[in-house]
C-alpha cells in the first residue's frame, strides 16, 4: 500500500479500537472525562490526514503518540490485566504498515511497562490469585506479544530489504536507459555530419546528371537524416529535456509544407490525401513550428504505412481560447486499425505493430512517442479512436498564440456565382475516401460562406446549369478523361473548370482547364475562386521562389573538407561568394586580411571550438568598426541548441544536415541589409 492508503488504514484501525474505549469507559464507570479527549483525538487524526499537515512524519508519530496513550489508559484498570496483550498485538500488526522498527519497540516497551504495573496492583490485590492456571495465561500472552513483536520486525526488515532491492534495481535499470539514450543521442549527432555530406554530394551528383542514382542516394540521406532526428528526439521526450522554440509562422505555409512532404512520401499504394482545412484558422500563430511539422510527419507517415488502400483525411481547425487558441490537427486513415492495447502503448515509446524480422512495416517505432511527447510539452494532448480493419483517428491538440487574427483563407469580394463540385461517388474502392472529399468541400463551402452544389454525372451538371450561375466546376481527373472535349469547350466559356489530378496528367491540348495537382487541399481552390484562369500554373502554388544572396561574401568554417566542399557547391545556388577556412585561427586570420558579410562556423572543432571563434572574429569587427553575422552551422542539433548558441553571441543557428528551408528563412532574416547593400534581393 502507499503512504495515505496506509495512514488511512492505521487511522481507521484506531478510530474503532477508541470507540470501543470510549464504550467500555462509559459501562465501567472509569474516568469520565477521558472519552471527550478520545473522541476530539480522534477527529485530529482523520483532520491531519486530509489536510495533509503537518508532513507525513509527524503524523505518524502523533498517530502512535495517541494509541499508546490509549493503550495505557486502557491498560492501568486492573479489570485490563488480561486485555492488555490483544490491544497491544494488535496494534502492533496495525503500526507494522509504516515499517518503522522504533514503534514496535515503544510498543513492546509500554507492553512491558503496563504488564509490571499490573503485577504490582495485582500482588497488593489480596483478592487477586496466583495460582498455576493465572501465572500459564500470564506466560502465553506473553510469549504471544513477544512472538507478535517478533513478526512484525521481521515483516518489516524483509519489506525493506525487499524495496531497497527493487530501488536498487531501477536505478540499475535507469542507469542502462541513461546509458543507452546517451548512445543513441550520440550516434545521431555522430552521424549528422556524415549525412550532410552524403546529401550535399548526391545534389551535386544530381546537377551533374550522373543517372538516377543520384536521386536513390539522396532519398536514401534524407531518409537517414529523419531517423537520426528522431533518435534524437525520442532521446529528449524520454528525458523530458525538450526545449521550444517558438516562432511566427503562416498557417498557409504550414499545411503547403505538409502537402509537399506527402508528394515526396513514398506512395507506391496510390493512397488518397484530402486536406481540410477550416478558412477561419488564423493566418499567423506563434509556436514551434519544427515540432508541429514533426508531428505531421510522424502522424503522415504512421498512416501511410499502415494504409493498404484507400486514403487520409487530414483536418485542421482551431478552437479559441483565452491564450489564443488551440491547434487541433486529425489525421484519419482507412488502415489495418488498432486494439486498446496497441493504444495504450503507443505512448510508452518504441512500439511497432509487428517485431517479426518478415513484417510489412518499416520503420522504427518511435514516431507516436515523439507525437506525444512534443504535445505534452507544448501544453497540448493526443487522442486516439481506432477500429481494427476500419483505420484509426489521432487527434493532436496544441495551444498556440495568435499573431494575425485574420482568417488564413478569404475569398474575394469580387467572387461571384454558384460551384460545382463534380465527383462520381462509385470510383472509389473504398467508401470512407469519398466521405472525405464530400466532408473536404462541405467544410470549405461552408467556412467561405459560397453554395456548392453535387453533381455525379453530365446530365445532372447540365440541369444545373440551367438553374443556376455556375462559375466554377472542381472535379477529378477521372471524371475530367471520360468527358474531356465536353470541359474542354466548357473552359472556354464564362465556366472556370479546375481538375485535380495526380503528377504528370496534362489536359488536351487547346483546353483552358486548369490543373490542381494531388493532394487536395482549400489554397489552390482558393486560389482559382479568386483570379478564375488567371490563377495559371498550380503546380507549383506556395512554393516561394529561391532568394538571391548576389555578391555577399561568406566565410565557412569548417574542420571537415567535405563539408566545405557541400556549403560551397550550396552557397551557389544562391550566388554567394564563399571562402573556407579549416579551423577558427584560420577563420580569425582571413577575417582579419578579408571583407565578409556572413560567417558560418562549425561548433566542435579541434584546437579552437566553434564559440571561442565567433567572440575573437566580433571582437575583431568591433576593433576594424565592422559589423558581421556569424552563424552556427553544426551537427549539434540537440533540442535548445539555438537558445544555446544565440546566448553565446552567435546571430542565428542552422543545424546539419542542412535544410534549405531553414537555410534560406535564417540568411532572409539575418542578411536583409548585407543583401540589400549588395544589390542582392531578399524574399
Known amino acids: 500500500m502507499d503512504q495515505a492508503k496506509n495512514e488511512r488504514f492505521i487511522i481507521l484501525l484506531i478510530s ?30 482523520w483532520l491531519m490526514h486530509i489536510s495533509g499537515n503537518p508532513e507525513y512524519k509527524v503524523r505518524k508519530v502523533a498517530g502512535l503518540a495517541f494509541a499508546m496513550l490509549a493503550i495505557f489508559f486502557h491498560g492501568v484498570h486492573e479489570s485490563s490485566f488480561f486485555d492488555v496483550a490483544l490491544v497491544v498485538g494488535i496494534s502492533m500488526v496495525a503500526f507494522s504498515f509504516y515499517d518503522d522498527i522504533y514503534m514496535m519497540n515503544l510498543l513492546l516497551a509500554e507492553y512491558i511497562l503496563i504488564m509490571g504495573m499490573q503485577l504490582v496492583m495485582a500482588i497488593g490485590n489480596l483478592n487477586f490469585t496466583f495460582d498455576s492456571m493465572t501465572i500459564s495465561r500470564i506466560v502465553l500472552h506473553v510469549a504471544i506479544v513477544t512472538m507478535i513483536y517478533y513478526c512484525c520486525t521481521k515483516a518489516i526488515d524483509n519489506r525493506q530489504e525487499m524495496m531497497q532491492s527493487d530501488s536498487e534495481k531501477e536505478r540499475r535499470i535507469e542507469s542502462v536507459d541513461m546509458d543507452m539514450e546517451d548512445f543513441l543521442s550520440n550516434i545521431s549527432h555522430e552521424l549528422r555530419t556524415p549525412v550532410n555530406v552524403v546529401n550535399g554530394m548526391s545534389e551535386m551528383l544530381i546537377k551533374k546528371n550522373v543517372g538516377n542514382e543520384a536521386y536513390s542516394i539522396k532519398n536514401a540521406g534524407i531518409r537517414l537524416a529523419y531517423q537520426i532526428e528522431d533518435i534524437q528526439d525520442y532521446t529528449e521526450c524520454k528525458r523530458e529535456k525538450v526545449i521550444l522554440e517558438e516562432d511566427e509562422y503562416m498557417s498557409t505555409s504550414l499545411l503547403n509544407d505538409v502537402v509537399v512532404g506527402f508528394r515526396f512520401l513514398n506512395n507506391e499504394k496510390n493512397l488518397e490525401m484530402i486536406v481540410d482545412m477550416d478558412p477561419k484558422v488564423p493566418s499567423k500563430m506563434l509556436g514551434d513550428v519544427k515540432k508541429i511539422h514533426k508531428i505531421f510527419r510522424h502522424l503522415l507517415e504512421n498512416a501511410i504505412k499502415f494504409t493498404r488502400k484507400g486514403g487520409i483525411y487530414v483536418k485542421v481547425f482551431t478552437e479559441n481560447t483565452d491564450y489564443g487558441v488551440n491547434l487541433c490537427i486529425e489525421m484519419t486513415d482507412t488502415g489495418i486499425g488498432m486494439d486498446r492495447w496497441s493504444i495504450a502503448s503507443v505512448s510508452k515509446g518504441m512500439y511497432q505493430v509487428n517485431k517479426k524480422r518478415n513484417r510489412s512495416s518499416g520503420g522504427i517505432g518511435l514516431g507516436l512517442f515523439i507525437v506525444y511527447g512534443f504535445a505534452h510539452k507544448m501544453g497540448g494532448f493526443v487522442k486516439i479512436d481506432s477500429e481494427k480493419h476500419v483505420g484509426t483517428t489521432v487527434r493532436v491538440t496544441i495551444p498556440q498564440k495568435v499573431v494575425d487574427k485574420n482568417p488564413c483563407l478569404m475569398l474575394s469580394n469580387d467572387f461571384s456565382g454558384d460551384i460545382i463540385f463534380h ?61 474531356p472535349e465536353y470541359f474542354d469547350e466548357m473552359s472556354k466559356g464564362d465556366v472556370v473548370v479546375a481538375v485535380s489530378a495526380s503528377p504528370g496528367f496534362k489536359p488536351n491540348t487547346g483546353s483552358a482547364v486548369l490543373v490542381m495537382p494531388k493532394p487536395l487541399y482549400a489554397y489552390p481552390v482558393i486560389k482559382v475562386l479568386n483570379e478564375g484562369r488567371e490563377a495559371g500554373d498550380l503546380t507549383d502554388i506556395g512554393q516561394n521562389p529561391r532568394p538571391s544572396f548576389k555578391n555577399v561574401r561568406a566565410l565557412v568554417v569548417d574542420d571537415e573538407p567535405m563539408n566545405l566542399v557541400v556549403a560551397t557547391e550550396l552557397f551557389k545556388d544562391y550566388e554567394i561568394i564563399t571562402d573556407t577556412a579549416g579551423s577558427g585561427k584560420e577563420a580569425i586570420s582571413k577575417f582579419r586580411n578579408n571583407d565578409y558579410d556572413v560567417v558560418f562556423m562549425d561548433h566542435m572543432m579541434p584546437g579552437m571550438d566553434g564559440v571561442e571563434a565567433m567572440k575573437q572574429i566580433k571582437s575583431v569587427a568591433a576593433d576594424m568598426h565592422k559589423s558581421i553575422v556569424v552563424i552556427a552551422l553544426t551537427a549539434n542539433a540537440v533540442s535548445g541548441a539555438r537558445e544555446m548558441f544565440i546566448q553565446e553571441g552567435f546571430d542565428g543557428f542552422i543545424a ?27 524574399l
Open 16 to 45: 474503532v479500537a477508541c470507540v470501543g474505549l470510549a464504550i467500555e469507559t462509559t459501562l465501567a464507570g472509569w474516568e469520565f472525562w477521558v472519552p471527550p479527549i478520545i473522541i476530539i483525538g480522534t477527529l485530529g487524526l
Open 423 to 483: 465527383v462520381r461517388s462509385d470510383k472509389y474502392k473504398v467508401p470512407r475516401v469519398r466521405d472525405f472529399y464530400r466532408s473536404m468541400a462541405t467544410n470549405l463551402a461552408a467556412g467561405i460562406r459560397v453554395p456548392l452544389y453535387p453533381a455525379e454525372t453530365v446530365g445532372e451538371i447540365e440541369k444545373l446549369k440551367e438553374k443556376l450561375d455556375i462559375s466554377v466546376i472542381f472535379m477529378g481527373q477521372e471524371e475530367y478523361e471520360e468527358n
Open 656 to 682: 546539419k544536415p542542412i535544410n534549405i528551408a531553414d537555410f534560406e528563412r535564417v540568411l532572409t532574416r539575418e542578411l536583409p541589409k548585407s543583401v540589400e547593400d549588395k544589390g542582392g534581393q531578399s
